[in-house]
Structures are given as C-alpha cells and as structure tokens.
C-alpha cells in the first residue's frame, strides 16, 4: 500500500515565491476597472441625492418690507466650487388678499441670486425649484396675506444717540473717550475711544423695559 503525504492530501503547487508575489500588467488593470466602476456609481449617486452641492449664505431682513438683503458668499453646484462672494437686495410680490404663501430665495448657477413666488393657498407649501440642474435654494420665507411687512417681525433698538436710562442699556465710562458723529451705524453718534483701554461699560441689562 502506498504512503499518502502531506503534500498529496493538500495539493500543494510548487511554485517560486517570486512568482506568487509578481504582480502583473493584466493584475493592475483588472483592479482599475473594479475602482473606476465603484468612483462612478458613487459619483451617480452623488448627483442624484445632490450631496455635494451647498451654498454658504446670508440673509438680512429690512425692516418695514417683505425685502431681504442676501449675501451668497460661496457654493457649490454640479461639483463646480464657486468662491467669489456676491449680494443682491430681493423684493417679495405683493401679498395675496386672501392667502398666504410661501415664497423661495435662490441662487443660480450664473452667480444671481433671484426668488420663487409660491402659490397663495389656506395651506401654502413652498415652490419648487425652477431647474434643479442650474439653482440651489437659500431659504424660504412667508407672505402673510393682506401685509406689506412680516407681522411677526420686530426691530429693537439696542443703543441710540447715548440717551441711556441709568440702569440700562450701557452706562459708559470714559477715561480719555468721547461721544462721536464720525462713524455712526444709525442715528448721529457712536462712542469714540482714543485708544483701547480708555473706556468701559456697565449695566443691567433690559429688554423692553424690564432687567433680564
């Protein structure tokens, strides 16, 4: 009876570990494809969910309008990078006498930024883009019906011409400063400081009247 070896019951292949480390031309192609096939499903998906388009941006309401001063100041679309910062004041349609609405505010691939008037409705729902190809949403905002201005929207003056009540506001204490029309924000007056450390503030803080 013959005798069965190890090498018989594992089939084990005599073969140089030169070769078993080689790695061939037709090796490196039949990996290429495998990752270019997975790149370009990842890619569709990508475009189809829109995971790599956004928009970094800035909207300012004006008071006493339904306008909005909005400041795009990068994004990206259809994997283009869009880095120059631009601005554009938009302005709402009239409100609907009986509905309300809601209404978008885009930007578009040409570097505009523009809105899309919704439909007035009992219940209204935010429009659609235009072309999801070419335009990404910033933000939506409503249209209450028979208005001329947001309803719930409130400017609240923080600071205005140094006439603080004693107690609120800020109580200014000047060691080589002074009240200033140079670069006044609103109003005539700002607080001028001939260096940094020549003033300081102190307060209970009041919101319409009441501490906080």
């Not at 019951?9 to 073969?15: E, F, G, L, Q, R």
């Not at 029309?181 to 319409?208: M, P, R």
Request: hydrophobic share 40%; net charge negative; charged share 20%.
């Amino acid at each position: 009876m013959a005798k069965i070896t190890y090498d018989d019951k594992v089939k084990i292949k005599d073969i140089p570990v030169a070769e078993i480390n080689k790695f061939t031309a037709a090796n490196a192609t039949e990996v290429k494809t495998v990752v270019n096939g997975l790149d370009d499903n990842i890619n569709a998906i990508s475009n189809q969910l829109g995971v790599d388009d956004f928009v970094d941006a800035t909207w300012q309401w004006i008071p006493g309008t339904y306008s909005y001063f909005v400041t795009v100041k990068k994004f990206r679309l259809n994997g283009i990078l869009y880095l120059t910062p631009f601005s554009e004041t938009i302005t709402a349609d009239a409100a609907d006498a009986t509905f309300d609405r809601t209404d978008a505010i885009v930007v578009n691939e040409n570097e505009t930024i523009t809105k899309i008037t919704g439909t007035p409705s009992a219940i209204p729902s935010p429009p659609d883009l235009i072309d999801f190809e070419t335009q990404l949403l910033i933000t939506h905002f409503d249209v209450t019906a028979a208005t001329t201005a947001p309803p719930q929207a409130e400017q609240i003056q923080v600071f205005d011409e140094d006439l603080q009540e004693v107690g609120g506001e800020w109580n200014m204490v000047y060691t080589s400063g002074s009240v200033s029309t140079e670069q006044a924000s609103s109003g005539t007056k700002s607080i001028k400081l001939i260096n940094k450390q020549s003033a300081f503030a102190n307060s209970t803080v009041k919101y319409i009247g009441s501490n906080l």
